[in-house]
């Protein structure tokens, strides 16, 4: 399988070892970047966004604001199959659709860094075949849980556990003042974990997350009423909160 992955970043580099390819070619607005990223994986090459060459397979792992421009730009590159591990589903299968209807495709979130993996992989399929088959086969091989979904379900997931869940730690961070870590508790201490470990990645990365997915008005509203509630209905809240988890 010849593999094109437009966006030679974190994401791009671990598709491109995981998806079980022949052989990788890496596209970047910085040529600088594809031919790092080429130069990490065995027998990859760097390509400019504008080749003419055409692959088995395109992959792009790029910013969210700009999947359905890549899209529409690179699919024609592909002769069998396009996907995407942008990490939305609405914009992505509807352009997947639209410019690689006659193709293979499916729309892959990795749920973690490319530190992190593996991990859970939630894909919405929108035309099967066996290049997208040996694609999920390779990134289940290397440990992954993928795992069938669709775009409503997913998109209104990503509204809590990834829109919510950031806009708590960071909001906790940017409260939270600087404490001898003797003082920490059993709540505060994998607080502070979450914190280094959400600020010690890209920023622009949750910043395009916040900007597609509703979710950070609700936690600062909830926030609101904790803070200006009085006794009685801070016990209401509490007991919520508990079924909301039960």
């Not at 992955?5 to 390819?21: D, L, P, Y």
Request: glycine share 6%.
């Amino acid at each position: 399988m010849q593999l094109l992955v437009v966006g030679a970043g974190e994401m791009g580099r671990w598709f491109a070892a995981t998806s079980g390819a022949d052989a990788v070619a890496f596209a970047d607005r910085n040529r600088a970047t594809a031919r790092e990223a080429a130069a990490q994986l065995d027998g990859a090459r760097a390509v400019s966004l504008d080749t003419h060459d055409r692959f088995d397979v395109v992959c792009l792992a790029v910013p969210l604001s700009v999947v359905p421009d890549a899209i529409a730009e690179h699919a024609p590159k592909a002769t069998e199959a396009v996907v995407d591990v942008s990490g939305e589903m609405r914009d992505s299968v509807a352009a997947l659709d639209a410019h690689a209807g006659d193709k293979e495709r499916a729309s892959f979130h990795p749920l973690f860094s490319a530190a992190n993996a593996p991990g859970n992989v939630p894909v919405v399929i929108g035309e099967d075949g066996p290049t997208v088959s040996a694609i999920r086969d390779a990134l289940e091989a290397a440990g992954n849980e993928v795992f069938e979904t669709t775009v409503d379900v997913h998109d209104r997931a990503m509204e809590t556990v990834q829109a919510k869940a950031h806009t708590a730690v960071l909001a906790y961070a940017l409260a939270a003042e600087p404490v001898d870590e003797r003082f920490h508790t059993s709540v505060s201490e994998p607080l502070s974990e979450l914190v280094d470990g959400v600020t010690q990645n890209t920023p622009t990365v949750y910043a395009e997350i916040q900007r597609r997915f509703s979710g950070a008005d609700s936690v600062a509203e909830a926030a609101r009423e904790l803070a200006e509630t009085d006794v009685d209905g801070f016990e209401r809240l509490y007991e919520r909160a508990g079924r909301n988890h039960r």
